[in-house]
């Protein structure tokens, strides 16, 4: 499997991952007989058993999954608190607000560093994100119940965490999704695609496992972009544009680079 698997394999896990493990940056998890500490940020592995060194010091597998995600990527606070609102549903003065009690900050201070007036509004911003927090604890527990029944119908695929605009494009099951594939990549997933279709839903589905082809960590220039591209479709460029407006592909300003979105 390519890196570029790993790609939409992160958002899975990144999705699937437990409060304790998304606090915490990483997961830890067994296959082929060795234990791994995965980065939900990056996909970065640690295996259990192998010592890294990070300066002059060395640590064990955990310990430098937590160094990873410290010196890479910031607090996990931090790094979660950056994420789009459409995945948070956080506006800028409560992501504001959550990082001013993060660290401790009266109400009177917030008020004064935000700029909103009276510590009587700060405290009512307050009193609305606990109850928030008690709605998203109860909501948990009721989907959590809710999947302890078969499901009837398919569940949906992740979605990328790159992507800001969370709408019907991304509502696909994985029985939908398998469908598409089939449809359009009538050689295998691997092969060239037959058309490129008009419906947004069909093209996520297609994007997605277009976006597979592509490393993730690695630069790319346009020609290589375009050579990878001609591949799957001789309309490149027009892949090429999908990809980067449904937020799989980033590139550079001047299009010098490209790169997976993570």
């Known amino acids: 499997m390519s890196e570029g698997n790993e790609a939409i394999s992160i958002s899975e896990k990144f999705w699937n991952a437990s409060i304790d493990e998304l606090k915490k940056g990483y997961l830890y998890e067994e296959r082929d007989h060795s234990g791994f500490y995965v980065c939900l940020v990056c996909g970065e592995e640690f295996e259990k058993g192998i010592i890294y060194k990070d300066g002059s010091t060395y640590y064990e597998a955990e310990k430098y999954a937590v160094q990873h995600i410290n010196h890479i990527h910031g607090t996990m606070f931090n790094w979660l608190l950056g994420l789009d609102k459409k995945l948070t549903g956080l506006t800028e003065l409560q992501k504001g607000l959550l990082n001013a009690f993060r660290q401790s900050q009266s109400d009177g201070e917030a008020a004064k560093d935000l700029g909103i007036g009276s510590t009587s509004t700060v405290r009512n911003h307050r009193f609305t994100l606990r109850e928030k927090a008690k709605q998203a604890k109860l909501f948990l527990a009721v989907m959590e119940l809710v999947e302890e029944k078969p499901a009837v119908s398919s ?50 589905a297609i994007l997605r496992q277009l976006i597979k082809r592509f490393e993730t960590g690695r630069e790319y220039t346009e020609k290589e972009v375009n050579l990878i591209l001609s591949a799957a479709y001789p309309d490149y460029v027009t892949l090429r544009r999908y990809l980067i407006d449904y937020e799989l592909l980033e590139r550079e300003e001047d299009g010098s680079y490209y790169w997976v979105k993570l």
Do not use: H
């Open 155 to 204: 569940p949906f695929v992740s979605i990328p965490r790159s992507a800001s605009m969370l709408d019907e494009r991304f509502a696909i099951t994985e029985e939908e999704n398998a469908e598409i594939l089939k449809a359009y990549f009538k050689q295998g997933p691997e092969g060239p695609l037959a058309e490129f279709p008009k419906k947004q839903k069909r093209k996520a």
